[in-house]
C-alpha cells in the first residue's frame, strides 16, 4: 500500500502547529511528516517533530551531516529516540551562510554510518538526487550509502515522470518515497534549473493546474510500482494544491 508524507517547513512554531492543524484536518490520509532542519529558523528539525508527534504518529526530521562533529558523543540521540520519531533523514547540507555557525567535515556516509552504531534501532533514510551526477553516478552513490547503513532514501522532487521512470528501474528492491514539489513561478523553475539542475518536461507550466495534474500523474505511477510519495509544497498553499487529490 502507497503511503503518502509531506514535508513541513519549521518556521516558527506556531506557524508549525497551525500547518499540522490544517493537515490533521482536511488531508487525514497523511499521517506521516517530514520536518527539515534550516539554519535561518530558531526551530531545529527535531523539535518540530516533537510538535508533529502531539497529532501524527510518525516524524522525520532531516539532520545535516556538516553540523556534527563525529569526534564527540552526538548531542541529539536523547532527541531522535523520542514519541513519534520514527526515523530520521540524512543530508550532507549546504555550508552555513553565517560564518560564525561551525560546521564540520563529516559525510552522509559518515554520518549514517555512526547514527547506525549510535542508535542501531533507528531507520534511517539517505537522499536521491537525480540531477547531481549521470544516473549511473548517482546508483552508485546509493549503493555505498546502503552499505553505511541506509535503510532507505527520500528523493529531491521530480518533475517528469519519463525521469522517475528510468530511476525506478535501478531501484528495485529499494524503499524508495518519490519527491513531489510544486513549482509555481517561471523565477521557480530557474531557480531549480540553474542551481539543481533538475528537468522539466516540454509540456509543463508554473500554474497551479499543471502541479495538481502532475501530483496526480506521479501518485498514480508511485501506486502502480508500490512505492510510496513525498510532497514538499514549501511555499505552496497546502489545501489548494493537495486539496481533493489525495
Not at 41 to 68: K, M, Q, V
Request: hydrophobic share 40%; aromatic share 10%.
Amino acid at each position: 500500500m502507497t503511503e503518502i508524507s509531506l514535508e513541513l517547513v519549521p518556521r516558527t512554531a506556531e506557524a508549525l502547529c497551525k500547518e499540522l492543524a490544517l493537515v490533521k484536518q482536511h488531508l487525514p490520509v497523511i499521517d506521516r511528516i517530514n520536518i527539515p532542519d534550516i539554519l535561518r529558523f530558531d526551530l531545529r528539525s527535531w523539535e518540530g517533530c516533537r510538535l508533529a508527534a502531539e497529532n501524527f504518529s510518525h516524524t522525520i526530521p532531516h539532520l545535516r551531516a556538516i553540523d556534527f562533529d563525529l569526534s564527540k558523543p552526538l548531542p541529539i540521540l536523547n532527541d531522535l529516540t523520542g514519541k513519534g520519531i520514527e526515523a530520521v533523514l540524512v543530508i550532507t547540507g549546504d555550508p552555513p551562510q553565517d560564518m560564525s555557525r561551525r560546521s564540520y567535515r563529516t559525510s552522509c556516509i559518515d554520518f549514517i554510518s555512526r547514527l547506525k552504531r549510535d542508535l542501531p534501532s533507528l531507520k534511517i533514510y539517505a537522499g536521491i538526487d537525480p540531477y547531481r551526477s549521470g544516473i549511473k553516478a548517482e546508483i552508485d552513490y546509493v549503493r555505498t550509502k546502503i552499505d553505511a547503513g541506509a535503510d532507505g532514501f527520500f528523493t529531491q522532487p521530480f518533475f517528469d515522470l519519463r525521469l522517475m521512470d528510468l530511476y525506478r528501474d535501478q531501484l528495485p528492491e529499494i524503499e524508495v518515497w518519490w519527491g513531489v514539489s510544486p513549482v509555481m513561478s517561471l523565477n521557480s523553475q530557474h531557480y531549480w534549473e540553474n542551481k539543481n539542475n533538475a528537468v522539466f518536461p516540454p509540456d509543463f507550466k508554473p500554474t497551479l493546474e499543471w502541479n495538481r495534474h502532475f501530483a496526480i500523474d506521479a501518485l498514480n505511477f508511485v501506486r502502480n510500482g508500490k512505492g510510496n510519495i513525498y510532497f514538499m509544497p514549501i511555499r505552496t498553499d497546502i489545501q489548494k494544491y493537495l486539496g481533493g487529490l489525495l
